[in-house]
């Protein structure tokens, strides 16, 4: 092992992806881009639920029960609808996600003492959103009742039991939260495999793999020399989405920061030994660029735990999840970034991300040193 | 018309030998739709919940029943005292802790108010509000039963008239995500077989030559375009027949609306894609550029802002405004509006005439690019 | 008199400063082999490309059949052939297929459609090949496949840009035989070359340097240049220094590089030679050999380049 070669190998790389438009993109572009979109763009957060009333009573109190629903910020109301109105054409418009039909005399019943029946009508294609709102309509509902109780005088509780809940880590539930430190996995993964991969596979088609071969250069250094710079182009990478989402989104590190960097420095080295894993097996770059991004984006998008909660998967899913680095990944920064835990919290997922950078560096060197010979 | 038929049985044969075509346009299909069929599911099931139970009462082993007994909760382990809570949710061994405190069975026999508190890890929001929604459900259930065993205060409640809540969910009554997420694996396969891979294909002939080639004969632009796009709208609709019976037979979504108009607007969509992939082509000159422009600059963006995923409904005004120039916007009502709420055209009209004018007006801009690129 | 096969009139093009094709005005006769000279980047690929309509003039005017290029561009593609040094083919396509799928874009059809294909599979010798994959091919099958998919409509005038480029010798040797046999049967090729020797089978040849057209005419035409001068070759040990000293006489014309050799054209044979000799042996750098030599078409070409140098600003 001579530094001297491996630094004159990694410096070449790095001239190169610095003139090569299509991997300065992929190393730059891809995550600010994936950033902008997770950050600003995309989440889970239902809030302003279009809800159409048919308002079949128009009385003090269901005009009061319909501004319960929209003062809560939860449901906008965007129609008033007539008495009889085509609902399943409004929800299949889309016009309306919810629509609430507060029945005639309703405002007489409740002074009588009756119990009136709301109908809340969803448009279930959207689960989750429609879930959430039921959740909404349910406590607005509840509220609105002990309201009425405790004007009539009564000392009844409405609700016998005191529900305390609380939220750790992240009290408004904000999905991006969740997803940033998710993303910086994601990001990782595809940037390391692709640009490691396709480097390798490039010096495969013009030959000069074979140049280098026939220089004194060890396997080894050549593999180091490749991806030396990927890792500290990955390490910069996660440094700006760090800052990115310090400064635009608040999201801050609790954690310690050595341990952010550990982790990041463990996982990174399985991601650029799979890209070398992936150089070996693939003949050019087009192939390089599919296999790569299949290996690297689907599991660490739909296998990671990163937007899909994996016990929500069947279990044939849930085991090959054991295989997907950035499902631990995502587990140590989540724990890291959000929770300010160390990584003594998290032996078993360290454990893994270790072994399996070890066994995929392995398996990479195996390959490329074999056809050295 | 002779020359437009050389071209498209010439395409045909190449699709045919090309061994990495053939696997692209069978497997990237298959191993999308089972991902986001059997992956990407946001319902919230076997919540790990740790108890702390410090009053250890018959009435507290009730409510614990309830929060174990509806499939939601996961019980995974026992602490004595709250602060004891703290490892397992950080180590993420639970995602919800259930705190019953001292007392909790003598207030519900004297008819206080009990205290429970329920703590949830808030880094995977989306659950953990989900989580909280159905523990809350299942206080209020628990509550009311209480109520109605107490009967002294059922008096107040008697009198006083309240509203209930029935709710009715259309469409999806089970509120399944699958249902939701399923359709629009369609849209991601049409846009992989018909955007990326005719760009790569027209791009091909550039790096190879036969593109210069073809100029110099008689063969009119426009014969050169229809006849590299046709078959590539052929396999688009063969991958939506492929992709529809798969999403209704193994995924049992329904398809409650008609099939022919699915095709028909499938279509129109499909003229947007080819579009796009031929606009593609005349910008990049490699294969590699061609794939990489319509991944990360077209198909993400479209995905993750046309509502495909994640609902267009939660983004900033911006981000709203900005998604009505994404066809794939329109495709995914059509596909969620055909499979799930049986729409017809009556309702679908704006989404036809949407995908009809984005279709025409890229085409035509890809094919006046693409003639201007040949001179 | 016929009009021209080919009419370049004044024919310029610029890719924004760079003029590739400055001013040049040549014309081609029916049924000529014409070849198109010069070194990577003067301009030969682009003229041949301004004539196919792929690209258009910046001004002056290009007729191929008598047909204005900028007119009817579709009007000129219908009548001529095109082979570029890539053989443009699909390589995982069999002959057959390639062979059809080309006479499809030409329009044939039927009866006429199967005799050009008998024609062009009897013609490039591909008779048991049909129905192996182009891919498999080897270099000078696939030239013969590209040139035969680029005549099946029997083009009457074909441009051939460098159609021997990687093709081994004897299949070289072979396309040229069937280059003369088309213009034996008053087809007229345009081909570029970077091989003189296949200039020299050419009955014209232009010289092309920087885009400007700096030589025209028959080969024996050009070598006309040297007439009352001598070309000497010289062989001496240390020949770069050679090179420099002899630049330095008023009685030497050029001096030229090929290989270890000098070229060195001087009035007179006899009295140069003895010059040359006197010279080097002076200086201790005596020649192996000095020949009188017959001019070939490099020194031809050397001569005319450093000839515009001169007179250029």
Not at chain 3, 253 to 258: G, K, N, R, T, Y
Request: aromatic share 8%.
């Amino acid at each position: 092992m001579s530094p001297r070669k491996i630094w004159s190998v990694a410096w070449k790389e790095l001239l190169q992806s610095a003139r090569d438009p299509l991997s300065l993109g992929m190393l730059l572009g891809v995550p600010c881009m994936m950033l902008l979109l997770y950050g600003y763009a995309v989440n889970f957060d239902v809030r302003h639920v279009a809800l159409a009333v048919e308002d079949n009573d128009k009385s003090a109190a269901s005009r009061e029960l319909v501004a319960a629903f929209v003062n809560s910020t939860y449901f906008d109301q965007v129609a008033d609808l007539p008495a009889g109105a085509d609902l399943r054409r409004l929800t299949e418009r889309r016009q309306a996600r919810a629509v609430l039909v507060i029945p005639e005399g309703a405002g007489r019943d409740l002074a009588a003492g009756r119990t009136v029946g709301l109908q809340l009508i969803l448009d279930g294609v959207d689960s989750n959103t429609a879930t959430t709102a039921l959740g909404y309509a349910s406590a607005l509902i509840a509220a609105a009742n002990g309201e009425r109780l405790s004007e009539a005088g009564g000392k009844v509780q409405l609700t016998p039991i005191d529900f305390e809940p609380r939220v750790w880590y992240n009290p408004e539930l904000k999905s991006t939260r969740f997803l940033v430190p998710g993303l910086i996995g994601f990001i990782l993964m595809l940037t390391a495999v692709l640009s490691t991969a396709i480097s390798v596979v490039r010096e495969k088609e013009r030959g000069t793999l074979e140049q280098l071969r026939v220089t004194s250069l060890k396997a080894g250094e050549m593999i180091l020399g490749k991806t030396l710079p990927y890792l500290g182009i990955s390490l910069l990478a996660t440094v700006l989405i760090l800052a990115a989402a310090r400064f635009l989104f608040g999201i801050a590190v609790s954690g310690p920061y050595l341990h952010l960097f550990l982790a990041t420095l463990v996982y990174l080295i399985g991601a650029l030994g799979l890209g070398l894993l992936v150089s070996s097996i693939a003949d050019t770059q087009a192939m390089a660029f599919q296999a790569g991004a299949l290996v690297s984006m689907l599991p660490a998008i739909f296998l990671s735990g990163f937007i899909f909660p994996i016990r929500s998967m069947p279990r044939a899913l849930q085991i090959i999840t054991y295989a997907v680095p950035a499902r631990y990944f995502n587990v140590v920064l989540r724990g890291v970034i959000l929770k300010g835990a160390g990584l003594e919290s998290y032996p078993r997922d360290m454990a893994f991300l270790v072994l399996y950078a070890l066994a995929v560096l392995g398996l990479a060197y195996v390959r490329l040193a074999r056809k050295e010979a | 018309m002779h020359e437009l038929l050389a071209v498209i049985v010439k395409e045909f044969l190449q699709l045919r030998q090309d061994k990495k075509m053939i696997p692209a346009m069978i497997i990237g299909p298959l191993v999308q739709l089972l991902a986001l069929g059997y992956a990407a599911n946001l319902d919230v099931a076997h919540v790990p919940m740790v108890l702390v139970d410090q009053d250890r009462s018959p009435a507290s082993r009730a409510l614990v029943e309830r929060f174990t007994g509806a499939g939601t909760f996961d019980l995974v382990g026992a602490e004595d005292g709250p602060d004891a809570v703290d490892p397992w949710l950080v180590e993420g061994r639970a995602q919800i802790a259930l705190v019953i405190a001292p007392g909790y069975g003598e207030a519900v026999a004297a008819g206080r108010p009990p205290r429970v508190q329920v703590i949830a890890d808030g880094t995977d929001a989306n659950s953990s509000g989900l989580g909280l929604g159905y523990a809350a459900q299942i206080l209020a259930g628990a509550g009311a039963e209480m109520a109605a065993s107490r009967r002294v205060p059922g008096m107040a409640l008697a009198r006083t008239g309240r509203y209930e809540l029935v709710p009715r969910v259309w469409y999806n009554p089970d509120l399944k995500s699958r249902w939701f997420y399923v359709p629009a694996v369609l849209a991601m396969v049409l846009m992989l077989v018909t955007m990326i891979l005719p760009s790569m294909a027209v791009v091909r002939e550039k790096e190879i030559g036969t593109l210069e080639q073809l100029s110099v004969t008689p063969l009119r632009s426009w014969q050169l375009i229809l006849g590299k796009l046709t078959p590539f709208l052929v396999m688009g609709m063969l991958d939506m027949l492929l992709v529809t019976g798969l999403i209704t037979g193994l995924f049992h979504v329904p398809l409650r609306g008609s099939l022919l108009l699915l095709a028909f607007l499938t279509f129109l969509f499909l003229l947007t894609t080819l579009g796009l992939g031929l606009l593609v082509s005349t910008l990049v000159r490699t294969q590699q550029q061609a794939m990489g422009l319509c991944i990360f600059v077209l198909m993400v963006p479209m995905i993750y802002l046309s509502g495909l995923i994640f609902p267009v409904e939660n983004m900033p005004r911006g981000f709203q405004i900005a998604s009505y120039a994404i066809p794939v916007r329109y495709y995914a009502n059509v596909l969620r509006g055909i499979f799930l709420k049986g729409s017809g055209l009556d309702i679908l009209w704006p989404e036809a005439l949407a995908l009809l004018g984005i279709g025409l007006t890229v085409l035509t801009l890809a094919s006046l690019r693409f003639r201007k690129s040949l001179e | 008199m016929a009009a021209p096969a080919l009419e370049a009139i004044h024919l310029t093009k610029r890719f924004g400063d760079f003029v590739a094709v400055d001013d040049v005005s040549f014309e081609v006769r029916e049924g000529e082999v014409f070849g198109l000279l010069g070194s990577n980047g003067a301009g030969k690929s682009t003229l041949i490309r301004l004539f196919c309509a792929l690209l258009t003039p910046t001004s002056g005017t290009g007729r191929v059949l008598g047909i204005d290029v900028a007119r009817d561009p579709e009007g000129v593609r219908r009548r001529i052939g095109y082979m570029t040094q890539r053989f443009s083919l699909y390589d995982e396509l069999t002959v057959r297929q390639n062979l059809n799928f080309f006479a499809g874009v030409y329009g044939l059809r039927g009866k006429a459609k199967a005799e050009r294909l008998d024609w062009a599979i009897r013609m490039a010798d591909l008779g048991d090949k049909e129905d192996l994959v182009t891919r498999s091919l080897p270099g000078g099958w696939k030239q013969r496949l590209a040139l035969a998919c680029s005549l099946l409509h029997a083009p009457r005038l074909v441009f051939l840009d460098e159609p021997t480029g990687g093709v081994d010798p004897i299949s070289r040797r072979r396309f040229w035989g069937l280059i003369d046999s088309m213009a034996a049967e008053g087809v007229t090729l345009i081909v570029t070359t970077h091989y003189l020797d296949e200039a020299e089978r050419c009955d014209r040849i232009a010289l092309l340097d920087q885009g400007r057209l700096v030589a025209l005419g028959s080969v024996g035409e050009l070598k006309e240049v040297f007439a009352g001068r001598a070309v000497l070759e010289v062989a001496c040990p240390r020949f770069l220094e050679a090179q420099e000293r002899l630049e330095r006489q008023d009685w030497v014309h050029e001096v030229s590089l090929f290989g270890d050799r000098l070229h060195v054209v001087v009035d007179d044979p006899e009295e140069g030679r003895r010059r040359i000799l006197a010279l080097l042996e002076g200086e201790g750098n005596t020649p192996v050999t000095v020949e009188r030599i017959v001019p070939s078409l490099e020194d031809v070409f050397i001569h005319s380049i450093e000839a515009r140098g001169e007179t250029a600003p």
